[in-house]
């Protein structure tokens, strides 16, 4: 009789042990699994698809990724062109290939338009934004999950611009941003339309989206000065920085910053012309050496004037028009977009190619040609979900 209790101990603690709880699978199993897993998981219960399916676990399965990360390496790449075909490229250090276009995914999204041209405005955690040059609207796709949301520009707001909008002042658009505030745990969309006045002075209107609330609010912006960006938005350390130059008076380069926390802009002055960009999470200015035609130089920085390391880029490189960099892979190469063929200035074709910065001699290798291409940028799937994440009461 003490045998049979001693074995049915047994089987109950064995039992015991080959118990896990839904909740340990769910936190602790499924937030570590390729996106295409749990998107197949879904469908193995109700309650699978609906916890599988909120933002509580798009969350927890994004802070669990080591992609996540503002340093982490740049293997996938998302891209689209003029005629709004879009690109997710994948690249290993170690991969060997004659052909790197057999890397290229075409994707194709039902965006439910033909006339208008979308230009990138950014990606962050998964959700990439796209949004056209009339601003009517703007959209949050996630590639990962096929999943998208069309964002209209608020009816209010653009019946104050109309008012704004007399005859003697003009306004038009001038830069986008995208971006994740972690402090609040949203994410929002920038618009800054530019006003000229009739006296030569200038200031901005500042429209932001919260995806949150699912609505939009207004600022204004008053440098004085006219100014036009040269570039795309970059994203490191709670701020978006644009390249810029002041049109009058006189012509001077500066960067534009905006403080993600206050919603508030800053003016960096610089010396000449750079090229911004986010390498391994941290801001950096790539600019022309002009002791040394065609070769560049580029600084990343620690904090704002704290340099944590430079890059020579050597004329033999024929990198003078490069239009931008990207980031680094696992191995320390750097991902650059170049305006030339053959070493001869090339505009109607964009070149993506890496440098490798981890040799004694840096060397750079083409990968893929586009023609007119007009926005990059680094990419890792995730669940996060393009639609809003509190809707407006109706009330």
């Known amino acids: 009789m003490g045998d049979e209790d001693s074995n049915s101990e047994k089987k109950q603690f064995v039992e015991q042990q080959s118990y896990l709880s839904d909740d340990l699978i769910i936190q602790e199993i ?3 699994l390729p996106i295409k897993s749990i998107l197949r998981f879904r469908s193995v219960s109700k309650q699978w698809y609906s916890t599988l399916s909120s933002s509580d676990f798009a969350n927890a399965h994004l802070i669990k990724s080591p992609l996540a990360y503002p340093s982490a390496p740049v293997n996938t790449l998302f891209i689209i062109d003029r005629n709004n075909c879009c690109y997710l490229f994948s690249y290993e250090d170690d991969q060997i290939s004659c052909n790197f276009e057999d890397y290229l995914v075409r994707l194709d999204p039902e965006f439910g338009f033909e006339n208008d041209t979308l230009q990138l405005t950014g990606s962050c955690n998964g959700l990439v934004c796209l949004n056209p040059i009339s ?9 990962a999950t096929h999943k998208m949301h069309k964002y209209e520009t608020d009816v ?3 019946r104050i611009e109309s008012i704004d909008d007399d005859d003697v002042s003009k306004i038009r658009r001038v830069i986008c941003g995208f971006w994740y505030a972690s402090f609040v745990d949203d994410y929002k969309f920038i618009r800054i339309l530019k006003r000229s006045l009739f ?5 901005c209107i500042v429209h932001i989206f919260s995806l949150r609330e699912n609505k939009w609010t207004r600022s204004d912006f008053d440098y004085g000065h006219d100014f036009l960006v040269t570039g795309h938005a970059m994203l490191t350390n709670e701020r978006l920085y644009w390249p810029a130059s002041v049109l009058s008076p006189g012509h001077r380069n500066i960067i534009l910053s905006f403080d993600l926390g206050v919603e508030k802009f800053d003016v960096i002055k610089l010396e000449r012309k750079d090229w911004l960009g986010v390498m391994g999470g941290c801001l950096s200015k790539c600019v022309s050496d002009s002791a040394n035609k065609d070769a560049m130089l580029m600084h990343i920085y620690e904090s704002p004037g704290v340099i944590l390391k430079s890059i020579d880029f050597p004329k033999t490189l024929t990198l003078g028009m490069t239009s931008q960099m990207v980031g680094f892979t696992r191995t320390g190469k750097c991902f650059v977009t170049a305006a030339f063929t053959d070493g001869v200035i090339d505009f109607q074709n964009r070149m993506l190619g890496v440098v490798d910065t981890g040799t004694k001699v840096l060397q750079y290798t083409t990968l893929l040609r586009f023609d007119m291409m007009i926005g990059i940028a680094g990419y890792f799937p995730s669940l996060v979900s393009p639609f809003p994440i509190k809707e407006l009461s109706t009330a």
């Open 156 to 158: 209010h707001l653009r």
């Open 135 to 143: 601003d009517k609207y703007f959209i949050l796709w996630n590639p």
């Open 199 to 203: 006296n030569g002075d200038t200031n």
């Open 30 to 32: 499924l937030t570590r």
